[in-house]
């Protein structure tokens, strides 16, 4: 017999599917786009603008090299000094949420936190993708 | 006595044909549970552990977490 401690907070945390009457409800697992463009700390501010603008993006999440989130990078970060590391032009350490929260539920704290967009990660860190506001409230409809 | 094992494990383990045994109450149950689990709160599962499972296939238990 195994005893899977962690249990099904720690699965939900992953963004694993889950059967039952809440996953016919769309979560941030389902919304979350993963092609969300990332950078690392030390890439030149100006290239990661013009190559997340080329991908038709205004967000950039700065990434560990094991793509734990480190930062954020929005608009107005993106248009900053463009010689300066991502890491002098990020918003540190930005709120994330898990792949288990509903959709509905987000809808709320993006109200509440005059969020645009939020990285959604695993309970260790680790980016699943941005969720954008558009997508939420379309979730919601 | 059970073993400890990780999600990795879990999914392995499911692979493998594993019963899944989610012992929280039935309502929790009902909202969310892993693919496949069945449901035997902890205070049935003495009464019906012994018919509800295969002694031949390896047997996962969870909860919510650690609390």
Redesign the interface.
Known sequence: MYDYRAGIRDWMGAGLPTEGSNARHPRLADLARADVPTCSLDERLGDVSDRVRAAGWDACVVVSRDRVVLGLLRARELGADPDLPAERAMRPGPSTYRPSVSAARMREIMADRHLDSSPVTTSDGKLVGLVRKQDVDLAGS | ???????A???R?MEQG?QVI?V?PARE?????????VNLPLRKIEADALGALDPDR?????????A
């Open positions: 006595m059970a073993r400890e094992v990780d999600r494990g879990v999914r383990l594993a989610d929280l149950y009902g909202e969310d549970h892993l693919p496949g689990a390896p047997i996962v238990v969870y909860c919510a977490d650690y």
